[in-house]
């Protein structure tokens, strides 16, 4: 390989190559040197690369001083023949700079960056202190920057303070004609408030006085009101009452009018069925009597007096019932829960209720007898689902009224002269008929009799 140009031999190489810097190399000339060696580096093949920079072959010089500038830079401190490779790539490109340098007189044009950085790769005699001139140069010239800039800066600063301070005495004046504007303003507004406060309150104090008579209004106007509709709805109330009465009184005549024609029409069935039912019993003659007829003797074949009480029956005879019921327009009240818990309290109360009333109605087929069935509805659970059966009546007692209650009123409801019976063991029930006119009999008797069913 050919030598550099510029007269370094290989005893100026070993002679640069044994000084050393005793301090870092100053970042300018760093950065030119890494620089160098990445645009030198392209043209090296891998195999003159040192190992750790062979990955960075194909980058760009700029990619490549970015990525791997500080493995180049160790390389080429480290590398002696990666070093002179680099270093004969140079003095290809910059052969005046590199033979100046060979020759101990760099060129007094050039950059010191430049001289420096380019000593470091070719390490001519003295390049030491080339390289350390070189940095003080750059520090010099960088003091000397930052002294202009800093001169700069501080005229700035100074032409922008004195602004500054213009522009404060400017706005000083400004706020304070603002200030002594706003403060008579603000006497002006004081002054508009203090008379806007009076004005409130004089109108609060109307306002309130305004509050004070209209609720004395309102108050008066509503308990006018409250009186007007007082006085409404009891004028309503007797409106309604002199209707309701009117009502009750058209009702209970037309009532009136039909219950008296029933117990009448009732109580003349009753005397024809009772005449013909005596005629047929005394077996009367058909019609016509005769002045002899009225002698009192006995005919043959006709009963004695003896014989007709014979006839009489007992109180628990069943018989009894019979005859009571052969009567004419025969009417059977039965008390119920009295019969079922005399006869078979141990059933429970629904099946009581359907073996009284089928009872009952088997004995209404044979005699013909209007029925009635009375239970108690405070002994109802729940309302119950029942099918009267047929010829026989079947009531509950309203809530409050008690079946004896609703007995008596049955039986007070009759005309008086119809026969009506009472079954119930229960003396005020018995006691309460018997005013009415029924005639009263024991449970027992019902219970034997409904037992020939």
């Not at 500054?164 to 603002?178: F, I, K, N, V, W």
């Not at 106007?221 to 509709?229: D, G, I, K, M, P």
């Not at 009597?289 to 069943?318: N, Q």
């Not at 047929?390 to 026969?419: M, N, Y």
Request: hydrophobic share 40%; glycine share 8%; proline share 6%.
């Amino acid at each position: 390989m050919e030598q550099p140009t510029g007269g370094t031999g290989p005893a100026d190489a070993a002679d640069g190559a044994a000084e050393s810097l005793d301090r870092p190399l100053p970042e300018g000339v760093r950065r030119k040197v890494v620089a160098l060696v990445s645009d030198a580096f392209g043209g090296l093949t891998v195999g003159e690369l040192p190992s750790q920079l062979r990955q960075y072959a194909r980058f760009t010089p700029s990619r490549r001083a970015k990525f791997a500038g500080n493995a180049m830079a160790a390389a080429l401190e480290s590398d002696p023949a990666f070093r002179r490779r680099i270093a004969e790539r140079v003095t290809q490109t910059q052969p005046e700079l590199a033979g100046a340098l060979g020759a101990g007189a760099p060129p007094a044009a050039a950059d010191p960056v430049d001289v420096a950085a380019a000593a470091y790769v070719l390490r001519p005699a003295g390049w030491v202190k080339l390289v350390a001139a070189a940095g003080e140069e750059v520090q010099r010239a960088h003091a000397e920057r930052a002294d202009e800039e800093t001169r700069r800066e501080l005229e700035r600063l100074r032409e922008e303070l004195d602004h500054a301070r213009g522009q404060t005495r400017a706005d000083t004046e400004r706020l304070r004609s603002e200030l002594e504007a706003s403060r008579k303003e603000t006497d002006s507004l004081h002054r508009k408030l203090r008379s806007a406060l009076s004005e409130v309150k004089r109108g609060e104090a109307a306002l309130r006085k305004a509050a004070a008579e209209a609720d004395g209004v309102r108050a008066e106007a509503a308990a006018q009101v409250s009186a007007a509709e007082s006085e409404t709805r009891r004028l309503k109330a007797r409106l309604a009452e002199a209707e309701a009465s009117v009502e009750a009184g058209r009702r209970a005549a037309r009532e009136g009018r039909s219950v008296e024609d029933m117990r009448l029409r009732l109580l003349l069935d009753t005397v024809l069925d009772a005449a013909q039912g005596l005629r047929r019993e005394l077996a009367l003659p058909p019609s016509s009597t005769r002045p002899a007829d009225s002698v009192d003797a006995v005919e043959p074949g006709r009963m004695s007096p003896k014989d007709i009480a014979a006839r009489a029956l007992s109180e628990t005879d069943p018989a009894l019932l019979d005859q009571l019921l052969a009567l004419p327009q025969a009417h059977l009240i039965v008390d119920g829960y009295n019969v079922t818990k005399t006869g078979y309290p141990q059933m429970p109360l629904e099946k009581q209720r359907l073996r009284l009333l089928g009872g009952l109605s088997v004995l209404a087929a044979q005699t013909g007898a209007e029925m009635t069935c009375v239970f108690d509805g405070a002994e109802l659970a729940a309302p119950v689902l029942l099918a009267p059966p047929r010829g026989v009546r079947v009531l509950f007692s309203k809530a409050g009224v008690t079946a004896d209650e609703l007995i008596r009123q049955l039986a007070r409801a009759e005309p008086p002269g119809r026969p009506v019976v009472v079954v119930s063991t229960d003396r005020e029930v018995a006691d309460g008929v018997a005013k009415a006119g029924a005639r009263p009999v024991a449970s027992v008797l019902l219970l034997k009799r409904l037992s020939r069913v």
